[in-house]
């Protein structure tokens, strides 16, 4: 991403799935520079939440003239939300268990390969950790190409959690093609 990404959260109005972008052009921190905010998607496919954790992966080679590198890929994990209580009565009286307000341990994918981060896809339902919203996500190139150490974060009780997991993915990382989720 040249730029930045707004990815859900929580607003007055409650818990958001819409992501945002803010593209810039000129100097950094000159008086050349300027930027614009776009709507990406006004609805990702996950629900909505805050407390979430993002990651950003820049595909090998992927350096701009200034040197910098630029996320292609953004794996978002975990978070607190879901469907906020509606107003209405539904005729059969039940909620999705997918929809209901809690703390979660999901993880999913976007890239400029997918609609230009517009398009999400859900990489795993329930990672291995308990779910949580407030952790620490780094990516780790040192220990291999896509590599993220997660850390820490409040689970469904606000209790602190103090576990640290390793997670090593593949080349189809990139595009969200993972055949293959590794923790450790």
Not at 47 to 63: C, D, E, K, M, Y
Not at 93 to 107: L, V
Request: include cysteine.
């Amino acid at each position: 991403v040249s730029g930045v990404l707004l990815v859900g959260g929580r607003a007055a109005a409650g818990f958001q799935s819409d992501v945002w972008k803010y593209e810039f052009s000129g100097e950094f921190c000159s008086l050349d520079w300027q930027g614009t905010w776009s709507q990406v998607t006004a609805s990702a496919a996950w629900n909505p939440r805050h407390g979430h954790s993002l990651v950003g992966f820049a595909a090998p080679f992927s350096t701009s003239s200034t040197g910098s590198s630029s996320a292609t890929t953004i794996l978002m994990i975990g978070g607190y939300g879901g469907q906020e209580i509606r107003s209405s009565v539904r005729k059969d009286n039940t909620q999705n268990a997918s929809d209901t307000i809690m703390a979660r341990n999901d993880i999913w994918c976007a890239s400029r390969s997918l609609n230009n981060f517009a398009t999400w896809r859900r990489l795993a339902p329930n990672a291995p950790f308990t779910p949580r919203s407030q952790a620490v996500a780094v990516i780790a190139p040192t220990i291999a190409e896509f590599s993220m150490i997660f850390f820490g974060g409040y689970d469904e009780r606000a209790q602190a959690t103090v576990d640290l997991w390793r997670w090593s993915g593949e080349n189809s990382t990139a595009d969200c093609g993972l055949d293959n989720m590794m923790f450790a």
